[in-house]
Each structure stands twice: as C-alpha cells, then as structure tokens.
C-alpha cells in the first residue's frame, strides 16, 4: 500500500511500518498544531477553531483525571452529535480512558445493561429530559461515581445561546451540583489547559461500541486505537482525491454508531478537516441547508436518508453542487435514488460495506473505475476477504457461489468486551467470521444477499430480534412472539411481531406497540403486530422464520 499518510506526518513514524503506530488523540494533536485558526465544527451556525477545540478537551481531560478517571476506565458519553461529543471522545481518550458510545435513544433498561457490562464508572451527558433523568435513575444500580452535565446552550452562537434556555425550557431539566455531579463548563473553567501526556498504545482499546450477537444481547466491541487509524488510512487511501486539511464533512449520521464514528469523526480529524454536526438526522431540511450553506463536500449516509433528500418538497431551492463524496452503507442502495441523487449534485454514491467488529469499513465500490450498482463493492486497501461455505466455514467456495463473508484486516477488532467465548466464534485463525451471506463475481466485486443471523437493519441500526421478542413476552396477554424485518421505503427495513395471545385475551396493535415504547428504543420498536393461532415452529420446538417471511 502506498503510504499517503507519510506525505502529512513523516517524521513520528518509523521507517517500513504500515500504518501509524499512535494513538487516535495524535491527529488531533498534529491538525491543532497545523491549522490552529481552521474550524473544526459547526453547530447550529457556532464555527469552533481547531484551537478551541483542542482547548476543551485539554481542559476536560485533566478534569476527567482530578475526578478520578484513571487508564482504561470506561466512560460513557451519552449524547447527540454535538461539540461535546466530540471534546468528550478526545479528552476521554487524553486522560487514558476508554470512550464507551452510548446511544441517547436508550430508555433506562437499555442503558442499565450497557452501563453495567461495560463498567462504567463516569458519564457525559446532556441536561435534556431524554438524557439526565434516565442517567439518574441508574446510578444507584451500576453504580456511577461521577456525571458530568452540560448544556447545548454553552455551544450555540449568540443570540441562539441566550434565547435556547427560554425557548427550550420544557425540554432540558436543572442539574444540581454535588454527589457526584459536576457542570460540564466548570470542569472546563477550573483546569488548564496542558497535556497530561498519558502514555497510551496503539494496541490499547480506544473504544467499546455495542451491537448485537447472535443471540441477540448486546456486546461491547474492543476496537484500539491502531484499528481507528488503520480504517482512516485505508479510507484516505481509498478516497485518493479527498484534499487533506480541504473537505467539509456532514456529520448527520450518529457519533456513536460505527459508520458514523469513523466516516465523519474520526476521518475528520484524520484529515484536518471541518465536521458540520447534524444533531437529528431524520431532519432532511436541516441536512440540505447545511449542505447549501457550509458548501459540504462528504455526505455520508445510509440510503434512508438520500430517499428523503431527493424526495424533500422544495428540493430544488437548495444548491447542493459542492457535495463531491458520499459513502452509503448498512442496506441496499436503490438504482433510482442513487442516479438522482448524484444528478442532482454532481458527486458520486460510493456503496461499501462495514460493520462495528470491522471499525467498520471493509469494502467500497471504487471512487473511479467501475462501480456496481448493488454491489458492496471491492474490499479496500490491506483487506482480505473470501466466500467459505456456510456449513464449516472452512471451504472456500467458488465464484458466484453463497457463502459466508469472511475478512481480514488492521482494521479487525481485538474481540468483545469480557466475552471470551463469543470472539472466539467469530475471530477464528486470524478471520473474522461476518455471519453475512454473499458472494463475489468473477471481477471481484461482492454482493450482501442474506444474513446467517436474523438481524434486522433499520435506519442504519441494527435491530436483535431476541431483544424484542424478550421485551414482548413480558407483555401480560402474549403467549408467544416472533419477529421479523419487513422491507421499509424509508428505513431499509422495519420490524413486524407476530404474537399469539394468551387464551381469553384481546389487545390491539396499538396497545403492544406502546407496551413497547416504553422499553425499547423507537427504531427496535415494532411498526406493525400481526396476531397468530401458533408460530410455525421445527420438530425441535424452534420458530422458522423463514415461514414467516412467506407470503401468505
């Protein structure tokens, strides 16, 4: 591989190594030392300097370390896209700790478990009804040591920083300081802004992003630091015309999930480049003014969301032509959106695939050559992969024929979190095990056709039957329940339950479906209940999906 990163920092590396052996932070570092006045983020229209932010998370970091935060503790950020996300991720990192992403749409049980399993000892969080309350009532269970709290207010440009208290009041909750608890902008105020030059390897964990297994209970996966800056590399690489220290990359996918933690945050800094935050990507207006306005030139995206651009009433009025790249992922891109879209704007829909366990890029369709409409594309730079039969997994399978997707990488986790047992099954002589069906035609491109496990992908997420059926049999008048995904215009797939009541019982969809509000988080939360006699089930007493899937 060509080593486009020595063209930017030649000189920390040694001679022959692959990928450099540093951690994330060290981006940051070098992107402040070089273009300290360039802007680093946009939110809500505030431009914030590389300076600045290098600043607070200097500042934040030694705070974190004076609260008792020592090397590889886990510390939860439990937030949206915004400034503080993006300092708590690198401070987090500067004081030796290790950032444990945490989806702001939990609802209590959801946190508690990852809260738990992941040994959460310190949070950042926001002041928002839908965050500090849910925070506060797990402390006594986890237990948490320190909360850490802070405002969008403290990130928003004049007037919209004065006016957000007021207009927004109904939305935000009063922190009190004390036991435990500490305003995100005293911390900052009351430490410096120095170094605390933790030693941190390049093998070490940086991170613990949670999914799902195959059976269905959420795991922490271990991604290190050399696994975050090998996938940049290799998307740097890959994305040969992209200008170091040049694009504008729209960060409407969530931080805290795997495409979003690597394609907009950490390939930002990577590159010295500006990341304009997306608090809500489901806001397509948002989405299109900011493209128009900050002239963005990186959108990534899952297809859900380019349907809702290229469908948007008054699209038109939105000049879209700076948007060179788009990187799409997580579920099939349709001909007709993808063609549209980039008529509209002149760039180009790279499809790829990744996953959390792969940091997560694996494959992308090339940025010039052929691209394949439906393909994931080839696999990127340093990436083996290969199709071996479902059965043993060790027979590798001939040209256009179905198997499981295996691969290998810099980019492959270390293993989950405390869970020996379950790495083990998909990490298997240097391979990791996908649990994906595809195949690969003769010029090497791949194609997705199916999943070894019954996941469902909505909106980008991923979605554990398990976890719902679990939730559904604790419902009162439910018997028995199956789910599965249904195919969705907008989020790809959505989840359809099957139930069968206990005898003399009656309910409605709408009463399941707030039964499951409660407990889930709104993209696991079924869309439509079907209400059987009996589940098509095996001789062994097992639920055959597949049954359900077919047409009736």
């Not at 996300?85 to 004081?95: D, E, G, H, L």
């Not at 590399?233 to 994305?239: D, I, N, P």
């Not at 015309?241 to 795997?258: M, T, V």
């Not at 009162?476 to 339950?497: C, F, L, M, Q, Y």
Request: with cysteine; proline share 7%; charged share 25%.
């Amino acid at each position: 591989m060509e080593k486009i990163w020595l063209k930017h920092y030649p000189e920390e590396v040694p001679e022959g190594a692959d990928y450099p052996d540093v951690p994330m932070f060290y981006f940051l570092d070098e992107a402040t030392s070089k273009f300290p006045e360039k802007t680093s983020m946009i939110f809500v229209g505030k431009k914030i300097t590389y300076f600045e932010l290098y600043d607070a998370v200097l500042r934040l970091a030694n705070g974190l370390i004076d609260l008792g935060v020592e090397k590889g503790d886990r510390v939860s950020v439990f937030m949206p896209n915004c400034p503080q996300a993006v300092i708590s991720y690198f401070a987090i990192q500067k004081a030796g700790g290790i950032v444990v992403e945490t989806n702001p749409l939990y609802v209590e049980r959801e946190l508690e478990y990852q809260l738990q399993d992941a040994g959460v000892n310190t949070v950042v969080t926001l002041d928002l009804k839908m965050l500090f309350p849910k925070v506060q009532a797990v402390r006594d269970t986890v237990p948490l040591k320190t909360v850490i709290v802070s405002s969008l207010s403290e990130y928003l440009p004049f007037p919209k920083n004065v006016l957000y208290p007021v207009v927004r009041r109904r939305d935000c909750v009063p922190v009190e300081r004390g036991e435990g608890t500490f305003l995100f902008k005293d911390v900052l105020s009351t430490h410096p802004r120095r170094d605390p030059k933790i030693a941190v390897d390049a093998d070490e964990c940086a991170v613990l992003l949670y999914t799902g297994g195959t059976t269905g209970v959420p795991k922490g996966v271990t991604l290190t630091h050399k696994n975050l800056v090998a996938n940049c590399v290799q998307g740097f690489h890959w994305l040969y015309k992209a200008e170091y220290a040049g694009e504008i990359i729209l960060a409407a996918l969530p931080l805290f999930h795997s495409f979003g933690h690597t394609c907009c945050l950490n390939f930002a800094v990577y590159a010295a480049s500006t990341l304009v935050l997306i608090p809500d990507p489901r806001d397509t207006k948002d989405i299109l003014e900011n493209i128009q306005k900050h002239r963005g030139t990186m959108v990534p995206g899952v297809p859900a969301m380019y349907v809702n651009m290229i469908n948007y009433p008054g699209l038109t009025r939105y000049d879209l032509s700076s948007v060179k790249y788009c990187f799409s992922g997580a579920a099939p891109m349709p001909v007709e959106v993808l063609e549209r879209f980039e008529a509209l704007t002149g760039g180009v829909i790279l499809e790829g695939f990744g996953m959390t366990e792969t940091s997560p890029v694996t494959h992308i369709n090339p940025l010039t050559g052929r691209r394949k409409v439906g393909s994931i594309g080839l696999p990127i730079s340093d990436t083996d992969c290969k199709i071996v039969d479902l059965k043993e997994g060790e027979r590798e399978v001939p040209v256009g024929e179905e198997g499981e997707m295996v691969v290998r990488g810099p980019q492959v986790m270390k293993g989950y979190w405390n869970d020996a047992e379950e790495t083990g099954k998909v990490l298997r002589e240097g391979w990791m095990y996908t649990g994906d069906i595809a195949t690969m035609d003769e010029e090497g491109y791949f194609y997705i056709v199916g999943r070894k496990k019954d996941m469902i992908i909505s909106s980008g997420f991923n979605v554990y039957p398990r976890e719902i059926e679990e939730v559904l049999f604790e419902h009162p008048k439910i018997k028995e329940a199956s789910v599965i995904g249904i195919p969705d215009e907008k989020r790809g797939e959505t989840v359809k339950a099957f139930i069968v009541l206990k005898e003399g019982e009656q309910t409605t969809s709408e009463e399941v479906i707030e039964f499951c509000k409660e407990n889930l988080a709104a993209y696991k939360v079924p869309t439509s209940i079907e209400v059987v006699e009996t589940l098509p089930k095996s001789m062994v007493g097992k639920v055959l999906r597949r049954k359900l899937r077919e047409p009736q």
